[in-house]
């Protein structure tokens, strides 16, 4: 790799959770398994940039929810990550009008630069999930899923 950007977005909040039902249910399961993968990286000889994603429940939501890829085109979520990038930043420049544990680091991108598709498919879905999560609006239209 020539270049390297890492982007890492946390999930400020830490959640837990106890069941009262001691047996194991599809929502025991879920759970668990946010638990242990809420970490998405993408990282290949192909590409030069690197992107991590430290959220819970992200990768479950990802593999589960958001549309797959190729359904977007890399114009769209090139043209959305710009726009939601620039709000996510103003708002971490702004800790007493935005929740500083939301919008804890501000994110390195760059538009000039070609990330590839991996890249800004998964950091377009990452701000559609912390969007509809937290309740939050970046930019002036609804997110779509």
Do not use: H
């Not at 990286?41 to 430290?54: C, D, H, L, N, S």
């Not at 990768?59 to 710009?82: D, H, I, K, V």
């Not at 939601?84 to 538009?111: A, E, G, H, K, T």
């Amino acid at each position: 790799m020539r270049a390297l950007l890492v982007i890492m977005i946390i999930g400020c909040f830490a959640f837990s959770c106890k069941a009262n039902y001691n047996g194991k249910s599809n929502a025991d399961e879920i759970a668990n398994a946010e638990k242990f993968s809420d970490t998405v990286k993408i990282a290949g000889e192909e590409t030069e940039y690197e992107i991590i994603i430290v959220e819970p429940g992200f990768n479950a939501w990802l593999r589960s929810t958001a549309r797959q890829e190729g359904y977007y085109s890399q114009n769209f979520l090139e043209t959305r990550n710009r726009q939601y990038v620039l709000f996510w930043n103003q708002r971490v420049l702004q800790p007493n009008r935005f929740d500083p544990n939301l919008y804890c680091l501000q994110i390195d991108y760059d538009s000039t630069i070609d990330y590839g598709y991996d890249v800004n498919y998964k950091l377009y879905n990452y701000f559609v999930y912390f969007q509809l999560k937290y309740k939050q609006q970046l930019g002036t239209w609804i997110p779509r899923i």
